[in-house]
């Protein structure tokens, strides 16, 4: 079974790949002949893969082609959507990835089990996958996402339920200012670089440049090498533990606000912006600011809670929050404060009425004036 679920991961790469190149051929045939009608699209895509199909490819599951070409479609439609937190051009996919996988919408629940689609032609045993929790599951089984990462499998089931329990009103509201390393809100802080995530991250770095320095010394021939091989896989281990920390406190922070609060305040930051200074783009990468807008939006439509997002544009850090002065010019507070009046980053002074309060707190208060 091992090895089918490895030629469909291999499969539904090359899907995706030629499903990209074909996307590339016709949107570059359609400029050349400024004929908006020859514009690439899924279903033509999808068409001329299936009209150019291989015989090897009739003995693997046709709906990995059709999902892979879906997603291939709602890739080029995020595309044209800068606000996506993963924003992009779709990008061929490469067999060396440490991350692999497929999809399926014919697998089912059975028995408290996971019985995947059997491919045609399979003559060994095909047995259900046995997992925990499976018979307190409730809801029709979407598209299975199954996928191979550091020698072993993983699946994400999607449930669909007619209706989501509804969460009580508290009639509370709060507002929230995202920073590297914690967010703010009305009831305190919450950390999102812990102490034991940051040494995971050390870790990391140290395997990194092992294997930096192991290429450097034998070139390609270092990842032919057993301990080559060894450590990344410790290094991909602490990958996926760096990141079950953070969507952890990412998932458990979201449920807190739309458990105790019934409208709440976020900014709308230029996350790709941000990051192209080399000062803070680690720690915004690792903050998860686009993360955390995605979950916190699609738990607020679950639960019937209002998210405003504050305009780009507004100034919720030079604004004093007491008396509604803008601080301009040299005024501004940066991310090393004022060095025209030697305040510290945590500092916020108000040069027009004197209120001295700490920077996260009075974004906080700015933002909370909005509701």
């Known amino acids: 079974m091992k090895k089918v679920?490895?030629?469909?991961?291999?499969?539904?790469?090359?899907?995706?790949?030629?499903?990209?190149?074909?996307?590339?051929?016709?949107?570059?045939?359609s400029v050349i002949l400024a004929d908006k009608k020859q514009r690439p699209n899924e279903r033509k895509v999808r068409d001329e893969l299936v009209a150019n199909k291989a015989d090897w490819q009739y003995q693997l599951s046709a709906r990995c082609l059709q999902l892979a070409?879906?997603?291939?479609?709602?890739?080029?439609?995020?595309?044209?959507?800068?606000?996506?937190?993963?924003?992009?051009?779709?990008?061929?996919?490469?067999?060396k990835a440490p991350r692999q996988g497929f999809k399926t919408d014919r697998a089912k629940l059975v028995n408290g089990c996971l019985r995947l689609d059997k491919p045609r032609g399979i003559a060994e045993k095909w047995s259900d996958i046995k997992f925990k929790g499976a018979k307190d599951l409730a809801g029709e089984l979407k598209v299975v996402s199954i996928y191979r990462e550091n020698g072993q499998y993983w699946a994400s089931l999607p449930l669909e339920v007619m209706t989501v329990p509804s969460k009580p009103k508290t009639g509370a509201k709060t507002a929230v200012d995202v920073?590297?390393?914690h967010l703010n809100y009305t009831d305190g802080e919450i950390?999102?670089?812990?102490?034991?995530?940051?040494?995971l991250y050390k870790r990391i770095k140290h395997y990194q440049r092992v294997l930096a320095r192991k290429r450097k010394v034998n070139g390609k021939q270092a990842t032919q090498s057993n301990n080559y091989a060894k450590t990344?896989?410790?290094?991909?281990?602490?990958?996926?533990r760096a990141a079950n920390i953070q969507h952890d406190l990412?998932?458990?922070?979201?449920?807190?606000?739309?458990?105790d609060y019934d409208q709440i305040v976020i900014e709308d930051l230029a996350v790709k912006k941000m990051q192209m200074s080399h000062v803070a783009s680690k720690g915004l990468q690792r903050s998860m600011f686009g993360y955390f807008r995605q979950v916190l939006s699609y738990k607020c439509d679950w639960y019937?809670?209002?998210?405003?997002?504050?305009?780009?544009?507004?100034?919720?850090?030079?604004?004093?929050?007491?008396?509604?002065?803008?601080?301009?010019?040299?005024?501004?507070?940066?991310l090393a404060g004022n060095k025209k009046h030697h305040t510290k980053?945590?500092?916020?002074?108000?040069?027009?009425?004197g209120v001295v309060m700490d920077r996260d707190e009075n974004a906080v208060a700015n933002l909370l004036a909005l509701i």
């Open 191 to 199: 950390n999102t670089l812990p102490s034991h995530l940051q040494k």
């Open 304 to 334: 019937g809670k209002a998210l405003l997002v504050a305009d780009r544009f507004y100034p919720s850090t030079q604004r004093c929050s007491a008396c509604g002065h803008i601080k301009q010019g040299d005024d501004k507070v940066t």
């Open 345 to 353: 980053h945590e500092e916020y002074i108000c040069y027009e009425c």
């Open 69 to 95: 070409i879906s997603d291939l479609g709602k890739a080029w439609k995020n595309f044209f959507n800068k606000a996506q937190p993963d924003w992009g051009k779709p990008r061929f996919k490469s067999k």
């Open 232 to 240: 990344r896989a410790k290094l991909q281990r602490d990958y996926r």
């Open 5 to 29: 679920l490895d030629e469909l991961c291999d499969y539904r790469r090359y899907c995706w790949n030629q499903g990209l190149a074909t996307w590339n051929e016709m949107y570059d045939a």
């Open 179 to 181: 920073n590297v390393g």
């Open 250 to 259: 990412m998932q458990k922070f979201t449920t807190r606000l739309v458990n």
